[in-house]
């Protein structure tokens, strides 16, 4: 049975490796790394040309929609949160020149709040009278989450000031834009129009990537940190990914061969071929469907213009040369119809070997009939200098 403890506690990780993933893609500097359940939640440290170094502290709570805010003003959640923060305090102080402590939630945490009136503290005036709210709510908290308090509030002046001078409060998601984190975090990939419908497979892979990093850090004991690099690669990756696929063939029920079938009244050459070979009429049959899928492929491919037409002139010649290659290195038959037509036969066969699949502009297909109806294609036309024949006869057309 799956326990709501179990639930929140992965989606509170599942919360911290999305706002991980804004972050990378939200932040401006190339220099930055990322940690996971390092410090904090999240941190982001960001190093400078001049040495210096900023960080940022993340303490991330996910609540659900039936659920109230999770930093009330006497929740264990506010006043741990201050207390671990204060705990590491005076080694980040050394270490940083700027530090923020971020208080991030996907709720609206509220302006007449404790969480709302420590964010906005700036001045000294402001700081000092949030710290006196601090001390006022603190007198009035009962349970465990009193000792929590007692512990935050025994801190020096100097330590809980800063605190709350560098305390910022991150509601309502935490983005830029208002937006919940996963649609803020696609609208930051920055994704072609064609590319928009596949946007929640690649957000999911790069999330994946995360999690992929932080088992093979926490597995030997390590920290999981991230560098922005290999999430920006896998991203272009996956675009490139896309768009090879949206431009390579489709499955043979996909295309528009029925279009085309239905309106065919042409007295094909190859089909006559296929017959002079001894091809049955279904053989002839499935050769057209094939024919009038390469060509429908072929036509919608022209058409967005990713292809050029030296791809395609590249791929007849590689297909032209490789029936030149097999044709020679078949043994020449005896000089009888019988022993010539199997000849023929044995040609075709190797040549229309459904496991070869002939590229197009340096990329793989994926589907048999694309490269048989292009082979179809050049035993068309005997007119043509790439002119595929299976028959002698064939050959003199050609010839003439």
Known sequence: MIT???????????????????????????????????????????????????????????????????YKDSSKNLWHTLHIWLSTMKDAREKYEEISYCLVTNKNVGNNTLANSLSKAQ????????????????KIITGEVKRIAGQVLNYSEDDLEFLIKNIVLLDNHGTI???????????????????????????????????????????????????????????????????????????????????????????????????????????????????????AEKIRLQDTGEIPLSAWEDRNDELYHRWLDITFNLTEPDNTPEKKLTHSQEIYSITMNPDYRASLSGNDTANSYFTIGNYHALANHPEDLLFVHWHDTYKKCKDK
């Open 123 to 138: 001045t000294d005036k402001q700081i000092k009278a949030a710290l006196k709210e601090l001390r006022k709510q603190e």
């Open 177 to 295: 834009s208002g937006l919940e984190t996963k649609p803020a975090t696609i609208s930051l990939f920055h994704l072609p129009s064609e590319i928009n419908e596949h946007a929640e497979v690649i957000y999911h892979s790069l999330l994946g990537l995360i999690v992929d990093k932080c088992k093979s850090a926490w597995k030997i004991r390590e920290p999981a940190i991230l560098t922005k690099e290999p999430f920006f690669n896998l991203l272009n990756a996956e675009i490139n990914r896309i768009k090879r696929k949206k431009f390579i063939d489709q499955p043979i029920l996909k295309t528009s061969y029925r279009k085309y079938l239905e309106e065919d009244q042409t007295s094909h050459i190859f089909i006559e071929q296929l017959q002079t070979i001894g091809k049955n009429t279904d053989a002839c049959n499935h050769a057209l469907l094939n024919y009038w899928a390469f060509y």
């Open 4 to 70: 709501q403890e179990a639930s929140s506690k992965f989606l509170g990780f599942l919360y911290q490796i999305e706002r991980a993933l804004y972050r990378i893609f939200v932040s401006e500097h190339n220099s930055t790394i990322f940690g996971i359940e390092t410090a904090d939640d999240v941190v982001e440290e960001i190093s400078f040309d001049n040495g210096q170094l900023h960080v940022s502290f993340e303490q991330d709570k996910h609540a659900l929609g039936t659920s109230g805010q999770p």
